[in-house]
């Protein structure tokens, strides 16, 4: 079975490609999808639909256009990776580990020990919290490789 994994949150860093790495070089039978990561495209992914004089409106429509594809992909997954950075606020990663939990969509939280209290919800809802990367490649390994 491929396990149909899937990669949200925090964008300023690789994690993911390290995820990626870890899981290539395991061998692990997987499969990545992920939200739109390049921040100005999803920014603008509801300008197709028109130009807006309020931001708030832009903003809107880009995330009903985003939400397309995260409720989907994160419907179709396994198992999410949610990962919460330092340097911003990934409300929208909060939102898509409430996706999870809302589907019985498992889950597990990737963020430093400093974000423990601000993620106390989110974590106690999560099947696993790592605060690193090598973490959840270990956590996919085993769940991966057992019969």
């Known amino acids: 079975m491929t396990w149909n994994i899937y990669l949200s949150g925090e964008i300023h860093t690789d994690w993911r490609e390290q995820i990626k790495q870890g899981c290539s070089e395991r061998a692990l039978d997987v499969s990545f999808s ?17 130009p807006e004089q309020d931001n708030f409106w832009r903003d809107h429509k880009s995330a009903k256009v985003n939400a397309i594809r995260t409720s989907t992909l994160i419907g179709r997954c396994d198992i ?18 409430g996706q999870c939990a809302a589907l019985g969509k498992p889950y597990i939280t990737l963020h ?6 601000p993620l106390k919800e989110v974590d106690a809802a999560a099947l696993a919290w790592a605060s690193d990367v090598e973490q959840v490649v270990s ?5 991966t490789s057992q019969q």
């Not at 739109?36 to 603008?44: G, I, L, P, Q």
């Open 139 to 143: 956590i996919l390994a085993y769940i």
């Open 34 to 50: 992920s939200a739109v990561t390049d921040h100005e495209a999803s920014d603008a992914a509801g300008d197709v639909l028109g």
């Open 80 to 97: 999410a990776i949610v990962r919460f950075g330092d340097k911003y606020k990934q409300w929208n990663a909060a939102f898509d580990a």
């Open 112 to 117: 430093d020990e400093a974000l423990i209290h």
